[in-house]
Structure formats: C-alpha cells, structure tokens
C-alpha cells in the first residue's frame, strides 16, 4: 500500500494507476536519487506533469542575482558616504548642493544604461551582458575609491549607476528565461530581494569603513559574479531565437534535470517564435505589444511615484523621535524590507501577482494617509504650542501635547512591509514576463529608462514638493497614486502566476488557448480587456 502511494504521489496517475505491477512500483521505491532536488518546492498549485530538477535554476539565479546584490550596494552607498565626504577637508569635500547631485547621478547613469542593456542582450545575449555590466560597474567603483576631486565622484557615480540600469534590465529577463513556469515567481522576486540585501550590508560597513574602503568592498559581488557567470548557461529563449537549437537543448537539460523531454519546451518556444515577425518600431502600434508595454510602463510610474524614496527620506529622523540612533535605525529599516521581499518571494507563486499588488498597494495608501496625518497633527501641536507661549496669562503650563511619534514609526513599518512585498519587486519581474520576446530588449529598456528617470524626478524634487504641498500634502499625494495604482492593477493587469512565457505572450496575441487549470480567485484576471 505504501508503495502504491509513493507511485501515485510522483506521478499524479489516477486509482487506476494503482494495478500497475509491484515490481515497476518497487524499481521506483529503490531509486534514493529520483526525488532529490526535483519539483515542485514552494510555487504552484497544478500538480507536475513531469518530473524536474530545481537546483541548477536556484545556482543560475543566485549567481545572476550577485548583479543585484551590487545594484544595491550602489543605491545604500551615499547614505553613509555622504557623511564623510562633507567632513572632507581636501578637493572631494562635498558641501550640500554637491551632495545632492553626488546621490542623483546614479539614476542619471542607470537612465542610460536601461537602454545599452536592451541593445545588448538581443545582440550578445543575456549572460555576456550580464558579464559586460561588471566593467563599468568595476571602473566606477575604482574611480571613486582613489577619487581626488569633485569630478572623480561624480564620473564615479555615473559609471556605477549605468552598470545598475544595466542589471535592472538583464537579470529579471535573464532569470524569467531560465526558470520555468512554476517556479518563475519566487527566483524572478529574488531580484529585489537581493538589492535589499545589497542595502542593507553597505549600510552596516559604512559603519565600520570609510568611504574609500567602503567602495573596494562594493567592488566584490562584481568579481563573483563575472567569475562565476562564466559556468553559467546562456538562456534557451535567445539561443533558439540565433538558430543555435544544439546549445539551447545543452541549455535546457542543465536547468530542468535529465529525467525531462526538453524537446516539447524547446518545440513551445520554437513555435512562438516562428510566429513573430522581426522587431520594428510599428509593432508599438499593435495591440499584442502595447497592451503589455502599457502595463509595464504604469508598474514602473506607481512604483517610483508611490513615495518610497520619501519614506526612506525620513526614516532616519522618524527613527530617531522613537529613540532609536540613526545609522542603527537605517539598518532596521533595511532589514524590514529584506524579510518582507523574502516573504514575497515565498508568496508570489501562491496567491499571484495581482493579489500581492493589491493588498501592498492598499496598504500603503493607508500607511500614507496615516503619515500625513502625523505631520498634520506634529503642525498643529506646534501652532498651539506656539500660540499658548504668547500668552502666559492664559497658558502657563502648557502642555506640549501627545508623543505622536509611534504613529510615525508605525506607518513606515507598515508602508515599507506594503512595499516590499508587491511594488517593490513585482513591477521588475512582470517586466520580465508581459513583453514578448521579440521586444523584451527595446521594451524593457525604455521601462528601465522610465523607472530610473522616475527616481531622478523624486529624488531631485521631493524637497520643492514638500514646499509646495507641505509634508502632510505630498503624502497624501502619494496616497492617491497608490490607490490609483490600486486600481489599474484591478482592471487592466492579467495575472502571470504559473503560466509560461509563451502562453502570457499567447494571451496578449488574442490565441490564448483553455488551460486544463485556471486560477479561481476573484482577482485572478482583470475583469476587463484594456
């Protein structure tokens, strides 16, 4: 009975299947190997048609993600440069203005390096492009660490930040291409989990190290990943789209194990892509491509104007009213994001990608509103306060009112958890996925370009916003492009969960065929077709 059970569990047969001779159930018993490693892990509803190794998907990505862990080092590092550069007495001190400029660059970098790395892996594909974004990666980070001037930092910053565009663009592409359909949700999220990891270490050695050294230490993952790249198979999509069929079956057999018939994945792609015709700019006049790159091009818009560069503005200060000490709390706030990106690492193959988008963006419309009211009522506190001390008559123990500031902690907690878990790293995996391979370079690139021009625009702008609309204003703002965001994600974004590239692609050609298994949830499909 036993053994009838392990027969039925590994290859979801019917009680049918159950008369099948004991010897062929016990030579299936016997093997200690035939389910090690295999699928499925943590993603999935559908059972497994066939049986498929996991671990050469999960090293490609960890090693393609080392990209990421440097993207975020980069991003974390003016936060604990930027003190030390102002102390500076020679050629490099930094005063304000300069400051501003010396943490903006890098998106000014990445806005290019958004479209070199879609120019790049349609030419020289995703893993030498992967590699090539090390070289400028590895340059800046020299320039600034034997920096002697002004100019040397900025170059630097603007050498890191096109190596970052670059990787924004190359390891989601890369990582949707190698995983399969299963499990393309929980290593295409690893992509922002590792830049949150990347924050949060440089944030730890910024206090232990200097800027200089602080940058050789960013230089690492650069030298792990262009080594370890080197072992790592090119994707069986591009190497299929060359006509270099032997290589893309090499490939396949690498990622899914020898116990599967790659021929039928590789038969899938090859159809897909016999049904394409060459990129040009006309196809952004057909619905099979601006449908998708409309909804990327939003993802990027509310996840760059939804505040999120606002909310880490503050946190050092937010942290220090609760009475926490300010490098201390950075790295609180950093390992908050790590742990809630991890948790939707796990999540995204569960519940999808549109629940996730959902329930993250409702919360941080909340948080956002919350925030806004804390700085509303920190102002009228302040007023009053301000206009009893006119008065000693009338007031003359005034009190200076409630300790607001756990309302404060409170909703950044719950705005970076929101974000962590949908906005964050969904945006960039459906990058990944929606576009179809004929435009995933040329579309992506302008997606990378638009999102790094974004977090120009916030970055360089929050200040005269703030002036403009006040601190409770410009959250309030914020609030209202979540729910908006909210609510393009109800109407017009399809859900990608357990599908394969080829039938998301199908989906948006108008030939999607019925699945033996479809999602059943309420928020499984827009109710409506943009």
């Known amino acids: ?219 690492i993952p650069a030298v792990i990943l262009i080594i370890s790249m080197a072992f790592m198979p090119e994707t069986p999509r591009w190497l299929l789209a060359k006509n270099r069929r032997p290589d893309a079956v090499t490939s396949l057999l690498w990622l899914r194990g020898p116990d599967v018939d790659v021929e039928d994945e590789c038969a899938d792609i090859e159809t897909n892509l016999q049904q394409q015709e060459s990129m040009s700019w006309r196809e952004f006049s057909q619905p099979s491509l601006y449908k998708p790159f409309i909804i990327g091009m939003m993802l990027m818009f509310f996840q760059q104007f939804s505040g999120i560069n606002s909310v880490i503005f503050y946190s050092v200060s937010i942290m220090e009213d609760a009475g926490v000490n300010g490098n201390l709390g950075a790295i609180i706030v950093g390992l908050v994001q790590v742990v809630a990106t991890f948790v939707a690492c796990l999540l995204m193959d569960r519940m999808g990608r549109r629940v996730l988008l959902i329930v993250a963006g409702t919360g941080m419309a909340v948080s956002s509103v919350t925030f806004g009211l804390y700085f509303q009522l920190e102002q009228n506190k302040h007023n009053s306060t301000h206009n009893a001390t006119l008065d000693v008559l009338t007031a003359p123990t005034a009190s200076p009112g409630p300790d607001l500031s756990w309302l404060s902690l409170l909703s950044m907690i719950v705005y970076i958890i929101g974000f962590s878990l949908g906005w964050g790293p969904i945006p960039w995996l459906m990058m990944s996925e929606i576009f179809p391979s004929r435009a995933r370079g040329t579309a992506s690139g302008i997606a990378t370009l638009f999102n790094w021009f974004g977090a120009f625009i916030i970055t360089k702008e929050f200040d005269d916003m703030v002036k403009g609309l006040t601190e409770q204003g410009a959250f309030w703002f914020f609030a209202g492009i979540c729910i908006l965001g909210v609510l393009f994600v109800f109407f017009f974004v399809p859900e990608t969960k357990n599908r394969t590239l080829e039938e998301i692609e199908a989906h948006f050609e108008g030939r999607s065929k019925p699945r033996a298994q479809m999602p059943t949830s309420a928020f499984s499909d827009p109710p409506v077709n943009m």
């Open 1 to 219: 009975r036993s053994a009838v059970k392990v027969f039925l569990s590994g290859t979801c047969c019917s009680r049918a299947c159950a008369c099948v001779h004991t010897d062929n159930m016990a030579s299936i018993q016997s093997d200690p190997d035939r389910d090690r490693d295999t699928a499925p892990i943590l993603g999935g509803e559908g059972p497994p048609l066939r049986r498929e190794q996991v671990r050469n998907q999960f090293l490609a990505t960890f090693v393609s993600t080392m990209g990421p862990l440097a993207f975020g080092m980069m991003l974390g590092y003016s936060s604990p440069a930027l003190p030390d550069l102002k102390k500076e007495t020679g050629a490099v001190r930094l005063d304000a203005y300069h400051g501003s400029w010396f943490g903006s660059l890098s998106a000014i970098g990445a806005m290019f390096g958004g479209p070199v790395g879609g120019w790049a892996i349609e030419v020289l594909g995703r893993k030498t492009s992967l590699m090539m974004a090390i070289v400028p990666f590895t340059a800046g980070w020299l320039v600034l660490c034997y920096a002697q001037n002004i100019a040397m930092l900025y170059v630097g910053r603007l050498l890191t930040g096109v190596a970052a565009g670059m990787i924004s663009l190359i390891v989601p592409v890369y990582v949707a291409e190698i995983a399969s359909a299963r499990l393309r949700g929980l290593l295409g999220s690893s992509f922002q989990l590792m830049v949150t990891v990347g924050i949060v270490l440089v944030y730890i050695f910024g206090n232990y190290l200097g800027w200089r050294w602080l940058a050789i230490v960013c230089v």
